[in-house]
């Protein structure tokens, strides 16, 4: 079936603009994630959505970043006023279930954002 | 703080040899850990699982171990080929729902 899917894949924007990365999941996976890799670094957690359950946002940076989730499919990570160190690229995964029952994450290929 | 390392320096082995990376962890009991290959520009894809009271776990060419006492992980490529280059990851559970990702270790296999 279809993977995990990422768009735009590439954003340029102007420094104070905001965006708005989409991710679509696996269909039937519960769990989906957001990371942020900047260049030669890991990969930086920034948000967890699982089934119904309220988010875990302790990864997000500042109160700039935000994401929701709707109908517990379709995932939108939304970045206000743009600034130049949030230039990287944006990855979305999601897994069947989340949490210690450890189902690997199936990942798209990302959103790479550069801010001017 | 909860911390993990891997090789940070590329590894550059002989097709047909065996790659070795590492990955050590702090400061926390993970659950479990993965490992993941990520090729440029693409998304880390899964390679293996291996859970706290497993010491050896094994796929084709692929064989990972997990030492509780050391906080170590020990990924292994046997007869690597060039095909093999890529970055490889290694990631943990925290006890709740987040993993947490290594920075990465650079494998090149020349042929």
């Known amino acids: 079936g279809a993977g995990v899917s990422q768009s735009p894949s590439n954003k340029v924007t102007e420094k104070g603009k905001d965006v708005e990365l989409r991710c679509d999941p696996i269909?039937?996976?519960?769990?989906l994630y957001w990371y942020r890799q900047s260049l030669g670094q890991g990969l930086e957690f920034l948000i967890y959505f699982q089934g119904n359950s309220a988010p875990d946002k302790s990864g997000l940076p500042s109160d700039r970043f935000s994401a929701e989730r709707t109908g517990g499919s379709v995932s939108t990570l939304t970045i206000q006023r743009t600034q130049q160190e949030d230039s990287a690229v944006y990855l979305c995964a999601s897994s069947l279930i989340g949490g210690r029952v450890a189902y690997e994450q199936y990942f798209g290929p990302g959103t790479r954002l550069t801010v001017t | 703080s909860q911390k993990i390392e891997q090789n940070s320096e590329a590894l550059n082995i002989q097709e047909g040899k065996t790659a070795t990376l590492t990955c050590n962890y702090t400061?926390?009991?993970?659950?479990?850990l993965q490992w993941y290959r990520q090729d440029p520009g693409r998304g880390p894809v899964f390679l293996l699982l291996?859970?706290?009271?497993?010491k050896e776990k094994r796929k084709e060419r692929l064989k990972v171990t997990f030492d509780t006492t050391l906080k170590q992980s020990l990924f292994h490529i046997t007869a690597s080929q060039p095909a093999d280059s890529a970055t490889y990851l290694c990631a943990l559970d925290t006890g709740g729902f987040k993993t947490i990702f290594g920075a990465g270790t650079r494998l090149f296999v020349k042929a």
């Open positions: 291996i859970r706290e009271n497993e």
């Open positions: 269909s039937g996976h519960t769990a």
């Open positions: 400061n926390y009991s993970p659950a479990y």
